[in-house]
């Protein structure tokens, strides 16, 4: 053999080492890059309920959804006066009325059963950690993200069809005062397949978050209720039917649970019968709420009309109007008037 050819296989030999070092350095490199990019090092829960405390770091990501939260009832869960000084007055406020209004992440103490009360950060009354995050820091709703950035995302049946989700704090059988779900799923609303979050968080088309391009339908975290004044026009139908000798009102409740729906609350029938000359021979108010002891005038069901039959002269008239109360001490000034009709 002579030494070019040596040289040659020798020159041969270090090109194909050099060769099977740079594929293998391809297939790391390529390895480390997937690694990198496709399997993100999620936060944990203490890492995110911090960021939630301190940074507001749900309102970078969800602007339009931290809006609507943030003027939301569920937001001022805690702080508002109305509920403060109606829990000032219960006894075993802590173990009945404040777990609901300042509570532990349902989703670690368990959907349906009774929340525990936050040791602190009341202030933020109900918030997106309390119904969206698990103990892990996932992130549970309706929609899953395809990249997420900041959290883990789980697609949740029990978000989208919130009704037993809700139910945590709104049908709990040891407070029957705030139990709207019992009498939701006797409802003509269920029947239809309607749940919670259909009145009371209506559907929009918009981004998921800001790192995402594609509209989707999710909904509105406003939960819209007894402090809507276009809420409460809608719960309720109000219709005067005049016949010789008689005028009846009838009242048809459109909600989908209970009306009113809160023991606090309560709805007053006004009714007003006047002559010819407009002289007022008849004034009266009917108290309509979960305290009345008459089957008349106790809370009505969700799709139940009643009828209030009043007697009436050929030369009188009749003016209703159903208002709403929000609480026992809530001044007539106040109070909202959902419908009203004459005759």
Aim: a neutral charge; glycine letters at 4%.
């Amino acid at each position: 053999m002579t030494l070019a050819l040596i040289v040659r296989l020798a020159l041969i030999c270090l090109l194909l080492t050099l060769i099977m070092f740079c594929a293998a350095q391809v297939e790391t490199a390529d390895e480390m890059e997937q690694d990198s990019i496709f399997e993100p090092s999620y936060l944990s829960y203490d890492d995110i309920y911090r960021d939630f405390t301190q940074k507001k770091m749900c309102k970078r990501c969800h602007p339009a959804i931290w809006r609507e939260w943030e003027r939301s009832m569920h937001a001022k869960a805690w702080e508002d006066p109305i509920y403060q000084e109606a829990a000032s007055q219960v006894e075993d406020r802590e173990k009945k009325c404040d777990p609901c209004h300042a509570p532990e992440p349902i989703l670690i103490t368990g959907i349906g059963k009774m929340p525990k009360l936050r040791a602190e950060d009341r202030k933020y009354g109900v918030s997106c950690i309390v119904c969206h995050i698990d103990a892990h820091g996932a992130m549970h709703g309706p929609h899953k993200s395809e990249n997420p950035m900041y959290h883990a995302n789980v697609t949740s049946e029990a978000h989208a069809k919130p009704t037993e989700l809700c139910a945590t704090c709104h049908g709990q059988p040891s407070v029957p005062e705030h139990n709207q779900v019992d009498s939701f799923k006797n409802s003509p609303a269920a029947e239809k397949g309607l749940n919670c979050a259909s009145c009371h968080m209506p559907a929009v088309k918009r981004q998921l978050s800001v790192h995402t391009y594609e509209t989707v339908t999710v909904r509105r975290h406003t939960w819209a209720g007894s402090r809507s004044v276009s809420k409460l026009k809608s719960a309720v139908n109000l219709k005067v039917v005049r016949t010789e000798g008689k005028a009846t009102v009838r009242l048809t409740n459109k909600a989908g649970h209970l009306l009113p729906g809160d023991a606090l609350r309560a709805i007053i029938l006004e009714v007003k019968i006047a002559d010819s000359s407009g002289t007022v021979n008849r004034d009266e108010q009917v108290l309509i709420s979960a305290l009345s002891s008459k089957p008349e005038t106790s809370r009505l069901l969700p799709g139940e009309t009643r009828d209030f039959v009043y007697s009436l002269s050929d030369t009188e008239t009749i003016e209703v109007k159903l208002r709403y109360r929000l609480t026992p001490t809530t001044p007539e000034t106040e109070w909202v008037t959902m419908a009203e009709g004459s005759q």
